[in-house]
């Protein structure tokens, strides 16, 4: 069973920043891609960024320039590193990981959410 644990989320005034951390544990053979979503409210979840098992990396158009996704492949840990944070940021946002369990089957995992608030 392979889970995923995300904090950081809280409340930022606009043109501030926050650190969103995800660790997944559990059975573990190898980790592939590891990505963060949010869902505002009244809208549908959406891919804010991701990062594959060889550090390639896509944002949305909408945070390009002020979010950068990190990983620790020895900790099975992603980060989000939100800067420059605007109302419209207001959102849960959620890990997702996918990858192969130790008896070899694969695995995709969404996190609990955490929320993150910008406003003054």
């Known amino acids: 069973q392979v889970q995923l644990v995300e904090s950081g989320g809280g409340l930022v005034q606009p043109g501030g920043s926050l650190r969103l951390s995800c660790v997944a544990s559990?059975?573990?053979?190898?980790?592939?891609?590891m990505d963060w979503y949010r869902q505002a409210p009244g809208h549908q979840r959406e891919l804010v960024a991701t990062?594959?098992?060889?550090?390639?990396?896509n944002y949305a158009d909408s945070v390009k320039g002020r979010f950068t996704i990190l990983r620790d492949n020895a900790k099975n840990t992603v980060y989000l590193q939100m800067n420059s944070l605007k109302p419209e940021d207001t959102a849960v946002y959620y890990c997702?990981?996918?990858?192969?369990?130790?008896?070899?089957?694969?695995?995709?995992?969404w996190g609990q959410g955490t929320l993150v608030t910008v406003s003054s």
């Open positions: 559990g059975s573990i053979f190898s980790m592939n891609a």
């Open positions: 997702n990981a996918r990858g192969y369990s130790d008896t070899y089957r694969f695995f995709e995992v």
């Open positions: 990062m594959g098992s060889g550090g390639n990396t």
